[in-house]
């Protein structure tokens, strides 16, 4: 699942574009989050609310593999 191919010759790159954290980081240095499914969407909205946080998060399950 990672080896570019003949029709995604841009498969290896896009999927190594993630980050990893070291301890922390700051909410307020984030823009959105993705997540895989609506269920996700919805416990992570409630654990925002629940915090105060105002932050959107949309489904985008073609990010996932």
Avoid: C, S
């Amino acid at each position: 699942m990672w080896a570019n191919t003949a029709e995604d010759p841009d498969r290896m790159r896009r999927r190594m574009a993630e980050f990893l954290v070291h301890e922390r980081l700051e909410i307020q240095l984030l823009t959105e989050i993705a997540v895989r499914t609506p269920g996700m969407k919805e416990r992570l909205d409630d654990q925002l609310a629940g915090q105060g946080v105002a932050l959107r998060v949309t489904v985008r399950p073609g990010w996932y593999f």
